[in-house]
């Protein structure tokens, strides 16, 4: 009665399957046949045997296992070679060698489910199947296919078997898990048809596997024999789906399973992998599988211990298996199938029938024109900037945001989020917290006692906690400890949280309330592009579009993911996503090294973004030339007149975008001081154009030192701060206040015009510029920038006098002050004028790193918007870089410099648009952006150190050639 419901069920679930195609004839399938036959027919017995054999064979063994393998291609004429560890280059040679010893062409197999990396090292690593399951757009799953596809071919490999096409609805899967693409069976399929199309369009066998379903498991085949206790209906309905549709779209082959599976095979202690009932009954008669047949590795436990070595591999073709994958002893198989043979018990057809779908499968990947494997330049084609593109479109696709309260995410105002970091788990962190300090300071608290750590969060508004876990290999545990447990439900209690998940979206299950966790994002991996990714879509430079491809209890569905918003921050990636070349880009690398050899500067730091993406961002050399210490990207150096588009003119800026003053506007009417001055009716337009016969500077500081030692005059200054000496120049070095607060604004009132009309690069109305900035607004020049401007942009190494908010070693020598402050200039500005003002000017006084820099700049580049705020109206931009006096030959805007009209004039690249603007600095710095290409570079150097009398820097035109590098790299 068992046995008839049985066969009723197979025949309700045979109503379902159409006839399907045979995937292994090829489009010249008559050619194909005369290529079977020609070698079919002159196989002996024992030769046919040997072709159903796929024997395991290594690349990271010796010469002792190689003369193994040719042995057992020589004396049983094996059918193929599945490739275990080792190396791509080796695996390479070997296959050659062992197709020379082969009279046949060896079929070579592989389990690439991520790639090459699944097994070989120094390859290219794909992310999880988990991972993948949460990317919305499968063409990204069909590029990845093809890719890997194109590195199997590349080194000889025939079929890889993948895609895992379990559904895994069952959490505790120890074997599965991240390999499968989730619990959803459609999006499964869809992924399992894409990643096949791909792959097998360039010529490599798709498998798919573990049939037929190894989802709902919560042991490992290899180590036992699983238990699945599902209906025939239920597995019709999830488990085999996915093979459904890979059936009517070509797949290649099937790899079964070593499951015990009742309600297909009644005999629970039989395996599915030699089950008649699953593998011919069900798979090739019901479902009208055409393809290959592989059984799942005969040396697994799952299969080993129903049977001993030999009788395993009889009981396997018998069941309708055409390739006996990884046998233990291929003697004995052999020996025992060919006795069943001979003995009538399996007829020879049966055996011709596999062969010729094991010789047609050769002859579908080309082996009838074998051409040994080239071995030059394999490490180049597998590991390529296409598949870092890829790899990075994934990663950017699959990041998941299922909670986001308060829409935390992304983090907005940076004025009122105070964020600190506490890393759990046991994996690296580096990446991610040095990706999330690009954005603004993130502290990093210790995460070793709870008491202590709850105590310094106190102050802090926004906690993200990221949990990191091993990247090592999917079936690493992303359990969470006791402790992290309870960190995250102290920590959630008094804080807003982002809880950061670089794990499987299963380490959820571990948490028991997340009432109390305002945000979560599930970034499925800890590698260095999943950490930086997520933190530029924590920071809104990128969003997130990822969905669960998996259920989290009752209160995450499968499906869920909350869309992000793209607050245009820089975001970080390489140069081929904005369509620049990597290889030219890294040209600045030699330039940088002659700078350091050739003596123009100590070091420095260079910074290239297109599009709002930063692609190069290096440093180089040293703070000094003794070498102690290596320049590092979070390194300060004094910006010189960089300041003056960067903390002069915001101000100027906004003064005139809110009606305070006009282009028009007279510095007299600015600076009433200066009414009845030779600069009274000089407009504003003419004077931020240095078109307005305005002397370019005035060396203050000359009339208060000893004009024969050049020391600095006692009634100038003093070596202790006191109410009459406060202005600090340098260290222990003190100004009269009253010099500041009269002598330079006077002189520059008093000084004389310039005789000549025309162009004339000054300072001066820079320094003006503090004076107006500071009556107008009631505060000081550096407080309003930093309120207005660099705190929100998150731009905080942006700053003057940095030496009260960083540490001396972080901030880089200017010089060795021989001449007035007679000292090693750290942290106190270069310029004399600036100093003698109190550090802050609009002529110079700033100080930062590269990557603050370029916040304000592509602020500018965007229009005046940046991370969500609106700092200017881009028709103020525009109006400020914009030529009022190209007719005289006056080459700049209003602050911003701007290209060269004169060739022999280096300003900017030769390639720089005529939109473009930026700015030069005396210290060997530099800054440009670019509306028409969207480029932007910045450029920091101390080429003043020891002295400002070497200018080989400048000479050289060091900055702008290296702006010609960028513009070359671009991809036309």
Known sequence: MKKIIIASLFLVITASYGQQQNPLLASNASQQKVWVDSILNTLTLEQKIGQLFMIQAYSNKGKEHTEYIKKMIRKYQIGGLIFMQGTPEKQAALTNTYQATSKIPLLIGFDGEWGLSMRLKHTFRYPWNMTLGAVQNNKLIEQFGEQVGKHCKRIGIHVNFAPVVDINTNPKNPIIGNRSFGENKYNVTQKALAFTKGMQRVGVLANAKHFPGHGDTSTDSHKTLPYVPFSAERIDSIELYPYKALFKNNLASVMVAHLSVPSLEPKKKVPTSISYKVITNLLKEKMGFKGLIFTDALNMKGASNYAKPGAIDLAAFKAGNDVLLIPENVKEAIKKIKKAITSKKISVERLNNSVRKILNAKYLVGLNNYAPVKTEGIANDINTIKDQLLYRSLIKEAITVVKNNQKMLPITDLVASKIAYIKLGDATNTPFVTMLNKYTDVTVIPSENITNALRELETYTTVIIGYHKSNKTPWKSFKMSEKDKLWIQKIAAHHNVILDVFASPYALLDITNFENIESIIVSYQNSTISQEISAQIIFGALEAKGKLPVSIKTIFKEGQGISTTNLMRLAYTIPEEVDMDSKLLQKIDSVTSLVVDSLMAPGGQVLVARYGKVIYHKSFGYHTYDKKQKVKLTDLYDLASVTKILGGLPLIMKSEETGLISLNTTLGEMLPYLKESNKDTITLKEALSHNAKIKPWIPYYLETIDSITHKPLPNYYRTKKDSLFNIKVAENLYLKNSYYTDSIFNKIKEAPQREKAGYKYSGLIFYLFEKYIRNTYGNTMDKLNESYFYKPLGANTLTYNPLTKFP?????????????????????????????????????????????????????????????????????????????????????????????????????????????????????????????????????????????????????????????????????
């Open 808 to 972: 001396k070693s972080r901030i880089v020598p200017s010089e060795k002050d021989e001449y007035y402050r007679h000292q090693v200039l750290r942290g106190h500005v270069h310029d004399m004028g600036a100093a003698m003002m109190g550090g802050v000017s609009g002529n110079a006084g700033l100080f930062s790193n590269s990557n603050d820099i370029a916040k304000i700049m592509q602020m500018y580049l965007q229009g005046g918007y940046y991370g969500g705020k609106r700092y200017f109206e881009t028709k103020t931009i525009y109006k400020f870089n914009h030529r009022y006096y190209e007719k005289d030959s006056v080459r700049r805007g209003l602050g911003f410099d701007k290209p060269q009209l004169n060739p022999e004039v280096k300003a900017s690249s030769d390639f720089a648009s005529s939109n473009s603007f930026g700015h030069s600095g005396f210290t060997g710095t530099y800054t440009w952006v670019d509306p028409d290409t969207g480029i932007l570079y910045v450029f920091l150097s101390n080429r003043v150190f020891p002295t400002m009398a070497n200018n080989k820097l400048g000479k050289l035109n060091i900055r702008t050639e290296i702006h010609n590098l960028i513009y070359k790299a671009v991809k036309k």
